[in-house]
C-alpha cells in the first residue's frame, strides 16, 4: 500500500513499529508496556501528552488480538 494513502498518524506508527524491530532484533512481537516506554523515553521524548495520548490509545487497539475468523 501507498504511505500517501495512509492516515499520517498511521504511517508514523508503522514506521514506529519497524524502527522497534530493527533496534529490537530478536523480538517477535510488540508487548503494550515496553513499546509504550521506548515510543514515549526514547522514539518521540518531546511528544506533547495530547498526541502521546492519542497514539498511546491507537496503540493499545493495535495490540488486540485478531478474532480467528478475521484472521482466516
Same mark, same amino acid.
Given at each position: 500500500?501507498?504511505?500517501?494513502?495512509?492516515?499520517?498518524?498511521?504511517?508514523?506508527?508503522?514506521?514506529? !513499529?519497524?524502527?522497534? &524491530? #530493527?533496534? *529490537?532484533d530478536q523480538a517477535?512481537?510488540?508487548?503494550?508496556?515496553? !513499546?509504550?516506554?521506548? &515510543? #514515549?523515553? *526514547?522514539?518521540?521524548?518531546?511528544?506533547?501528552?495530547?498526541?502521546?495520548?492519542?497514539?498511546?490509545?491507537?496503540i493499545a487497539a493495535?495490540?488486540?488480538?485478531?478474532?480467528?475468523?478475521?484472521?482466516?
Amino acid at each position: 500500500m501507498p504511505k500517501k494513502a495512509l492516515q499520517p498518524t498511521t504511517a508514523a506508527l508503522l514506521a514506529d !513499529f519497524g524502527a522497534f &524491530f #530493527r533496534e *529490537f532484533d530478536q523480538a517477535k512481537r510488540i508487548e503494550h508496556g515496553p !513499546f509504550l516506554t521506548w &515510543f #514515549r523515553g *526514547f522514539r518521540h521524548p518531546r511528544m506533547q501528552d495530547a498526541d502521546y495520548s492519542a497514539y498511546e490509545q491507537i496503540i493499545a487497539a493495535s495490540m488486540q488480538d485478531v478474532p480467528p475468523e478475521v484472521e482466516a
